[in-house]
Nanobody, 125 residues
C-alpha cells in the first residue's frame, strides 16, 4: 500500500500564504507525474496543479494560476504547492496524488492512482 503524506495546511488570513508538502516515505516517485487536488465541503474533488516527472512541465487550474506554484524536489521525493494571495474560496482539503504509470502530467482526477489523506487549508476573510 502506497502512502502519501501531506503537510503544511492550516488557518491563514486572506492574502496570506501557505506551503504544502507531499512526501512518500519509503517510496520514490521521481519518475512519475504528480498533482494537487482539493475538495471543499459539498463539492467534488477538483484539479489544482500538476507537474511532470522532471519538473519542467506544469499546469494549473485557472482559479489558482499566477497565485499557486507546484514544484518538486526529486532528490528528496517531495512535491510542494506554494500558495500565495490566498482567498476564502481556496478553503478546502488539499490532496496530493501520483500518476503511477506515467511520467507526464494530468488534470484528470481519474488518472491518479495513489492519494494522500489530505491536509486542511482554511482561509479566513
Amino acid at each position: 500500500q502506497v502512502q502519501l503524506a501531506e503537510s503544511g495546511g492550516g488557518l491563514v488570513q486572506a492574502g496570506g500564504s501557505l506551503r504544502l508538502s507531499c512526501a512518500a516515505p519509503g517510496r520514490t516517485f521521481s519518475g512519475n507525474g504528480m498533482g494537487w487536488f482539493r475538495q471543499a465541503p459539498g463539492k467534488e474533488r477538483e484539479f489544482v496543479a500538476t507537474i511532470n516527472w522532471s519538473g519542467t512541465m506544469t499546469d494549473y487550474a485557472n482559479s489558482v494560476k499566477d497565485r499557486f506554484t507546484i514544484s518538486r524536489d526529486r532528490a528528496n521525493n517531495t512535491v510542494y504547492l506554494q500558495m500565495n494571495s490566498l482567498k476564502p474560496e481556496d478553503t478546502a482539503v488539499y490532496y496530493c496524488a501520483v500518476l503511477a504509470w506515467t511520467s507526464a502530467w494530468s488534470r484528470d482526477v481519474r488518472e491518479y492512482d495513489y492519494w494522500g489523506q489530505g491536509t486542511q487549508v482554511t482561509v479566513a476573510s
